[in-house]
């Protein structure tokens, strides 16, 4: 019974290790800061269905904690294009490219990207 237990708490810890490792490398990555400056470029995508919908592409320097910059391509995914003058982080993997961004506050951006962004 103690080795079923133990090989069971093995399992476990290997598939949450796993799906945590997989998590990091495809989602995960760099934080870096952009400012928006452009109302991007109107791109219009089909799905699968055929449906047409509306987005914004952005290709736009971002800088991380330490001021190393990074192009940064993605799609804002609304309708209507982004803030001019808005501030988001940016979420960068090698591999991806950009899989995550959220708005955030001046305040919030690190010195050496408020410098170089400015």
């Known amino acids: 019974m103690k080795k079923f237990l133990i090989g069971l708490v093995l399992f476990v810890v290997l598939v949450f290790g796993g799906l945590k490792l997989y998590e990091i490398t495809y ?18 995508p089909q799905d699968d269905a055929g449906r047409v919908y509306v987005d914004y592409r952005y290709n736009q320097p971002g800088y991380d904690k330490q001021g190393q910059s990074q192009t940064l391509v993605f799609n804002a995914n609304k309708s209507r294009p982004l803030r001019v003058g808005a501030y988001l982080k940016v979420t960068y993997n090698l591999k991806k490219g950009v899989t995550a961004w959220e708005a955030v506050e001046k305040s919030d951006v690190p010195k050496s990207a408020i410098q170089k962004l400015e």
């Open 27 to 44: 989602y995960g990555g760099e934080s870096y800061y952009t400012k928006i400056t452009t109302t991007g470029t109107k791109i219009a």
